[in-house]
DNA sequence: ACGAAAACCCTACCACGGTAGGGTGGTCGA
DNA sequence: TCGACCACCCTACCGTGGTAGGGTTTTCGT
């Protein structure tokens, strides 16, 4: 998948709401090839931390903040250095909040709403120095909902039933012995189930699996 | 073995930011034990998924929904079995709405700056049949911002700068090998910094790493 | 100047994960 | 009844992952 090399730099999200950055903490790390993910509260603490260590290569701020919008955070990274790549990111549907980011400096606007898929196309793009401003401002955010597989369910991936209950405890992180014992099985019958369950989602590891289903729900 | 594993119901996320409930969802999964999460974007598909399926253990909803509030959604819920532990969860600090999610049949509301400790409780105790209003309904959420650690900074976890850069690209599911030629060392440097940081987070595997630093489970 | 710690290298050993290639018994639909 | 498929078992092989126990160099704080 996505080659992202070693030592590109790091991101840091700033959000207010802890859940919400952990999710998009784990997108960035897990399908946007980012080593290093730091999170901040506000924009104090985003601030702080980029005087101490050094410059992210990307900065995901969410617009409302509880120390005030992100348009004085945003004005203040313009001002110290251009260099940062800032995509801001709303759960409201606000009129102009797009075009008043993009005046502030940011690189790129999205909407917590969207697809997790656009979420990665906005962020490569932002990353290759391009920006990203999905209505031109005046198009109002259709309400076309992208709703996207968050949720899988083994069949349509292909797999058959006993299949799938390994895959769930495969994607809890549980060792082949475990899974046996649980199935009341064999270990080698585990691990053909694991094989054939590899070579239907085209990958080599467990960890490949994991990587790649994690944070989508497994429906049985 | 363990708790809940098996099949002791499922939990139901309603949110309409897709990252907001991949992160709830995972959070979910790995922190309070559930074995399967659904999500659903609003509250019509709330509603027929569980008219679809079974109905849930647990039923985490955010206060704003695209298609109207979770009052409605709540009511119905109420209304048609009130047997479900239902969990609301808001962004904002709109005075009041504990209680009307409470009159509306809510057994529990969170904020969505609490940290995922106070989440992980709040779930543990509507499981167990109890309520969970944080504030009195008058006390205003306290602005003291509940910070906690939550994300990958590898210092502030204890571990060197080569360790977190190992620990970074091990996340992704990269490989020995890998690591080792992204950063210009021998294999088996790579795997005595591993040995390191499995033992200073006190796991032994590094799909336990993942797991753990991703959102999965591992409870044994 | 000294000691601690980090980063790097090495050999060797063993458990686990995954593959290959065999076989059995059961269920289902043609 | 026959074939297809699933679930299950077995032995055997090998690559990777992780540990143990040696060692060197550089960096850094006291």
């Known amino acids: 998948m996505n080659e992202g090399d070693g030592h590109a730099g790091y991101a840091l ?6 859940l919400v950055m952990r999710g998009v903490a784990g997108y960035l790390s897990s399908h946007c090839g980012y080593a290093w993910v730091h999170c901040a509260a506000g924009g104090a603490e985003c601030l702080a ?27 203040t990274l313009s001002a110290a250095r251009a260099a940062a790549n800032v995509l801001v990111m709303s759960g409201d549907d606000g009129v102009g909040i797009a075009s008043q980011v993009r005046a502030a400096g940011a690189r790129g606007f999205i909407h917590k709403n969207d697809p997790p898929e656009t979420f990665a196309r906005a962020v490569r ?27 899988v369910s083994p069949v349509d991936l292909g797999l058959t039933r006993r299949q799938g209950e390994v895959l769930a405890m495969m994607l809890r992180g ?26 239907r989602l085209g990958v080599s590891n467990r960890i490949e699996v994991i990587t790649l289903l994690h944070g989508r729900a497994l429906r049985l």
Chains 1, 2 share one sequence.
């Open 174 to 199: 549980l060792p082949n012995k475990r899974i046996a014992s649980a199935l009341n099985v064999t270990e080698q019958t585990v691990k053909e189930h694991i094989t054939a369950i590899l070579q």
């Open 125 to 151: 793009a932002v990353r290759r120095g391009k920006t990203w401003f999905t209505d031109a401002d005046g198009q109002a955010a259709a309400p076309g909902r992208g709703r996207h597989p968050l949720q």
């Open 13 to 18: 999200v700033v959000d207010d709401h802890p």
């Open 49 to 75: 931390w980029i005087a101490r260590h050094g410059q992210p290569e990307l900065v995901i701020v969410d617009f409302w903040l509880a120390d005030g919008s992100a348009l004085d955070l945003l004005k």
